[in-house]
């Protein structure tokens, strides 16, 4: 009981790795003020722990000492958005999604078409994180070389910083682990102790801000990629978001979520399974 109470006091200190209820609701307020973010739409569990953990590294003493600091230092916002969006990526994460997407995917989406009027293949990236999945999407066409198509790869995320980083191409070698030595021979210059990939791999992408949650606008596409991003959303802003996926997807386009989510409830009649395993799911 005393445990219980001191957990939801919002003078306690930060040790449990939880938020109580009042704070929670005044961290989302200010973000809502200050920069249009709804935190009400993440999971709360997950959310909360986060803002107790950057609460605990930035050195607060309690809750209410780091709503003071929320409020007060003009720097915190950021940093805590920093902390609530973990950009974790690398090349070829999940190496058989990818293959897969080379196998039979892109072959089908490309044959698919070649010869129509539009003749423009549309990838979108969306929660793109430093660029390695786009880029690795870029990777596989560039080798593909699909005759006779315009590629547009659209790469997006709600963080500018990481896509200002996105753009520059560098990357440490822990990113790099799943990609094949042939590629990084071909495709990467060593910097120091990092890799850039070079310009005309990256010139393949285009990088932009877009907010899954927020914006209404979706890029039209014939296959999409929003791979570990629902994972921290709600059941029903999973739903929303991937009713407007399905929205923008051609008939016969393909979503790939990443091997921890899936697709349930209302969104599932609008797909078909194409791997269960890789979590690609067919526009029906
Ligand atoms: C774990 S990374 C996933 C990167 C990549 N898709 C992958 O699977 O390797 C999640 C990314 O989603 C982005 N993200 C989180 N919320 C978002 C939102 N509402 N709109 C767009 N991107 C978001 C984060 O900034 C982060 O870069």
Request: contains cysteine.
């Given at each position: 009981m005393a445990e219980d109470h001191q957990r939801k006091s919002p003078a306690a200190p930060l040790l449990e790795g939880d938020f109580p209820d009042e704070a929670f609701a005044e961290v989302r307020e200010i973000l809502f003020e200050r920069i249009g973010f709804d935190l009400g739409m993440y999971k709360d569990g997950c959310i909360r722990r986060r803002i107790a953990r950057r609460a605990r590294n930035c050195g607060a003493r309690g809750v209410t000492d780091y709503l003071a600091r929320l409020r007060g230092d003009k720097d915190e916002v950021p940093a805590l958005m920093a902390a609530l969006t973990i950009h974790v990526s690398q090349f070829f994460r999940n190496f058989p999604t990818f293959e897969y997407l080379r196998d039979r995917v892109l072959p089908e989406l490309i044959q698919r078409l070649?010869?129509?009027?539009?003749?423009e293949l549309n990838i979108w990236c969306a929660?793109?994180?430093?660029g390695e999945e786009p880029y690795t999407l870029a990777l596989l066409l560039h080798e593909m070389a699909p005759l006779g198509l315009s590629l547009s790869l659209l790469a997006t995320d709600i963080s500018p910083d990481i896509l200002q980083r996105a753009s520059e191409g560098l990357y440490d070698s822990q990113r790099l682990v799943e990609l094949p030595d042939r590629l990084r021979e071909r495709y990467f210059t060593v910097e120091g102790n990092r890799y850039r990939l070079n310009e005309n791999i990256r010139q393949m992408v285009r990088f932009q801000r877009h907010n899954?949650?927020?914006?209404?606008e979706y890029p039209r596409s014939d296959l999409i990629l929003c791979r570990n991003v629902l994972i921290y959303f709600s059941r029903e802003e999973q739903d929303r978001i991937i009713g407007h996926f399905a929205r923008v997807l051609r008939v016969g386009g393909f979503l790939v979520l990443g091997r921890a989510e899936n697709l349930m409830g209302?969104?599932?009649?609008?797909f078909e399974s194409e791997s269960a395993r890789e979590r690609i799911y067919r526009r029906v």
């Open positions: 070649r010869g129509t009027r539009s003749n929660g793109c994180a430093g899954i949650m927020t914006d209404t209302r969104p599932r009649l609008l």
